[in-house]
C-alpha cells in the first residue's frame, strides 16, 4: 500500500509523517489496512535518474521518545541497470536504522554518515558510505548527492 508520494502530496516531510503518523495509533502501534505491518520502503531518484532507497522495520513517524526506529532487518539498496544491490546490517551491528525529526530523515548512522538523508522540503538529500548497512554511497558515480 503507498502511503505517501510527493507527486500527489507534496514535497514536505511534516506531511510526510503526519501521513504515516495516521496509521499508527498513541502508542505507536499500527491499525486500520496495516494492521500488524510495521515496514516501508523509501524510494529516491535523483535529477540524474539514480535510483535507491531503504527497507526499514517502522514507519517514518515523528518520536520525540525514540531517536532512531526499526530492526536489523533493516537495509538500504541501489538500482544499477537491471541489478538491485542490496545492503544489509549484522544483527545488533549498531541499531542506528532510522531517525525521524523536523530536519531530516535519515537512514542509518556511522562511517561517513547516514546511508540516506533526506531534509525537511523532500527535495535535497544525501547518500553517505554508512556502517550500519556496511554500504558504500548508494549513488553509481559514487558522489553524494
Not at 495516521?22 to 510495521?38: R, T
Not at 530492526?71 to 541501489?78: A, I
Not at 546490517?89 to 556511522?110: P, Q, R
Request: hydrophobic fraction near 30%.
Amino acid at each position: 500500500m503507498k502511503v505517501y508520494e510527493t507527486a500527489e502530496d507534496g514535497y514536505n516531510l511534516h506531511a510526510m509523517y503526519k501521513k504515516c503518523s495516521d496509521f499508527l495509533d498513541s502508542e505507536g502501534d499500527d491499525h486500520g489496512d496495516l494492521k500488524g505491518y510495521h515496514y516501508n520502503i523509501i524510494l529516491v531518484k535523483t535529477k540524474t535518474n539514480a535510483v535507491f532507497g531503504s527497507f526499514v522495520t517502522a514507519f517514518p513517524a515523528y518520536n520525540a521518545k525514540t531517536r532512531f526506529l526499526g530492526t536489523h532487518e533493516s537495509f538500504v539498496f541501489y538500482v544499477d541497470n537491471e541489478t538491485v544491490q542490496v545492503f544489509t546490517t549484522e544483527e545488533e551491528e549498531n541499531n542506528y536504522y532510522m531517525s525521524c525529526d523536523y530536519k531530516n530523515l535519515s537512514i542509518g548512522s556511522g562511517g561517513d554518515g547516514p546511508a540516506i538523508i533526506i531534509n525537511d522540503e523532500l527535495h535535497k538529500g544525501f547518500t553517505n558510505s554508512c556502517e550500519t548497512f556496511g554500504s558504500p554511497i548508494l549513488v553509481k558515480d559514487g558522489k553524494k548527492h
